[in-house]
């Protein structure tokens, strides 16, 4: 009996565990702890992780983290573009749910991140030259007049502010 609660107490925190893991931002006060150099990469820049920091403060929510710092060999791999701001530490991918992203948006903006991608269920978010861009249901970069089929992923505020909505 006593082995049978051992494994459950166990299994219900390697439950918990993936849960946190995959939605954070769902869990409450977790907000409250700060993303760590090895989620971010140790090539961060330290005014991403400021801006980072204050974005998940302003939106109270600790939105999981996709991605960082690249090193060259793996910004290859996942498909990077050649000049991407992740290979400066300047960058984060983040996954946030369409209700959440008017806020995170305004907070981003307000941390000082200029540079904007909307996915279905990532968001980028860099500190490199302002621009923007979308991506399609299979992840892939859009820009242009071909983004704009896509800009619904993003929040309304950011569209009006662009003169897009």
């Not at 948006?105 to 979308?134: I, N, Q, V």
Request: net charge positive.
């Amino acid at each position: 009996m006593v082995v049978l609660r051992s494994a459950l107490a166990a299994l219900s925190l390697l439950t918990l565990a993936a849960f946190v893991r995959l939605v954070p931002h769902r869990v409450p006060l977790f907000w409250r702890i700060a993303y760590t150099p090895h989620e971010l990469g140790l090539g961060i820049h330290p005014s991403t992780e400021t801006a980072l920091d204050q974005v998940r403060v302003c939106t109270q929510r600790r939105f999981r983290l996709r991605s960082g710092w690249r090193s060259a060999e793996n910004n290859l791999r996942v498909g990077g573009a050649s000049d991407s701001q992740h290979l400066h530490g300047l960058a984060v991918d983040l996954t946030v749910p369409h209700a959440h992203r008017e806020v995170l948006y305004l907070c981003a903006k307000e941390a000082g991140f200029t540079g904007f991608g909307w996915g279905s269920t990532s968001t980028h978010l860099d500190l490199g030259r302002p621009r923007w861009w979308t991506y399609d249901d299979q992840g892939q970069v859009l820009s242009g007049a071909s983004a704009m089929e896509h800009l619904h992923k993003a929040p309304r505020s950011f569209r009006r502010d662009r003169g897009l909505d």
